[in-house]
Nanobody, 121 residues
Framework: QVQLVESGGGLVQAGGSLRLSCAASGRTFSSFTTAWFRQAPGKEREFVAAISRGGSTRYADSVKGRFTIFKDNTENTAYLQMNNLKPEDTAVYYC???????????????WGQGTQVTVSS
């Protein structure tokens, strides 16, 4: 069983930066893939980024070049560094995890509770 807790959300102006954190307990990050999803009001939840056990990363086209996913296995924490934020990035951001890389990007088995990110224009 894996428990995920996000933090770091908040209100930022367009062009600004935020770093989200995802702390895991129950298992170590080195044993599964971690992903970030987001859900804007009135929209479906969408994939944002993922990082595999070995450190391979994938990004949604909408965030490539602006967002970076990374992890610190010693701290058992994953991060999402978000730069050059846009109003359309406003959403609840969820940390997720799964044993399989492909499934982590589609339907991960573990979810955090989410953290709100609001980008003002």
């Amino acid at each position: 069983q894996v428990q995920l807790v996000e933090s770091g959300g908040g209100l930022v102006q367009a062009g600004g930066s935020l770093r989200l954190s995802c702390a895991a307990s129950g298992r170590t990050f080195s044993s599964f893939t971690t992903a970030w999803f987001r859900q804007a009001p009135g929209k479906e939840r969408e994939f944002v980024a993922a990082i595999s056990r070995g450190g391979s990363t994938r990004y949604a086209d909408s965030v490539k070049g602006r967002f970076t996913i990374f992890k610190d296995n010693t701290e058992n924490t994953a991060y999402l560094q978000m730069n050059n934020l846009k109003p359309e990035d406003t959403a609840v951001y969820y940390c997720a995890a799964d044993d399989f890389f492909d499934r982590a990007m589609r339907a991960p088995g573990y979810w955090g509770q989410g953290t709100q990110v609001t980008v003002s224009s």
